[in-house]
């Protein structure tokens, strides 16, 4: 009984990825605005991830060496870090100044 319960939801978990992937690019596909603004929210999330790659550093401590972090991999989560940082002060700025204009009209 078990393994069919397994079974069974490994089918649905590849039905809810698959419908994942499908369902974004049909809209896509289908409406040329919902392009425009994935590509937008794209571009801006490559860019601040570029800039966030820039400013992490990858030094390399001896407990990271223990743990097999490279280099490469000390900058990478450097970066999401700070892409963590930026969006999150992001988006509390954009709340705010959303909310003052709702109350100013």
Do not use: C, H
Not at 30 to 37: C, E, I, P
Not at 68 to 75: C, D, E, K, L
């Amino acid at each position: 009984m078990i393994e069919a319960g397994l079974y069974l939801s490994y089918a649905m978990f590849f039905v809810a990825l698959l419908a994942a992937l499908v369902f974004p690019l049909w809209e896509v596909v289908t409406s040329l605005d919902a392009a425009k603004k994935a590509l937008v929210s794209l571009g801006s999330a490559a860019i601040i991830f570029g800039i966030s790659y820039a400013l992490s550093g990858n030094e390399v401590l001896p407990s990271y060496v223990k743990s097999g972090i490279a280099p490469f991999s000390s900058q990478l989560i450097g970066a999401s870090l700070i892409m963590l940082y930026i969006t999150s002060i992001l988006t509390f700025v954009l709340l705010l100044a959303g909310e003052v204009l709702n109350f100013f009209r």
